[in-house]
C-alpha cells in the first residue's frame, strides 16, 4: 500500500508503507515537539497511511524540514537493512529530501 507525505499541496513524496513508517519513525525520534511527535505516531500507529506537513505548527514545519535535510537519508544509509533494493531506497528518501527545496 502506498502512502503520502504532503509538503504542501502539489508537493509531495509517496513511498510504501514501511518506508513511509520509517521515516515518520526517524521524525519523531528527533522531533522537540510532544505534539508533533504525538501526531505522527499517531498516523503510524493506526496506518493512516498520509502525513499533512500543514497539520503541524509551524515551528515543528521548520523543525521537520530541517531534520529531513540534514538527517534522512544518512539515517537511512545507516539504519536501514542490506538488501538489493537500499540503493533505490536511499535514491527514493533523496527525492523526499529534494522536495523539501521546493517549498516556499
Known amino acids: 500500500m502506498a502512502s503520502i507525505v504532503v509538503l504542501r499541496p502539489g508537493v509531495d513524496w509517496t513511498a510504501t508503507g514501511g518506508l513511509f513508517d520509517w521515516t515518520l519513525e ?10 508533533a511527535a504525538v501526531h505522527l505516531q499517531e498516523i503510524v500507529d493506526n496506518n493512516l497511511g498520509s502525513f499533512w506537513l500543514e497539520d503541524l505548527s509551524p515551528e515543528a514545519q521548520r523543525e521537520v524540514v530541517n531534520h529531513l535535510r540534514t538527517d534522512l537519508v544518512t539515517a537511512g544509509e ?17 527525492e523526499l529530501v529534494a522536495a523539501t527545496y521546493r517549498l516556499p
Do not use: C, N, W, Y
Open 26 to 35: 526517524f521524525l519523531i525520534a528527533r522531533l522537540s515537539s510532544k505534539s
Open 78 to 94: 545507516r539504519h536501514l537493512p542490506e538488501t538489493d533494493q537500499k540503493p533505490g531506497v536511499g535514491a527514493h528518501l533523496r
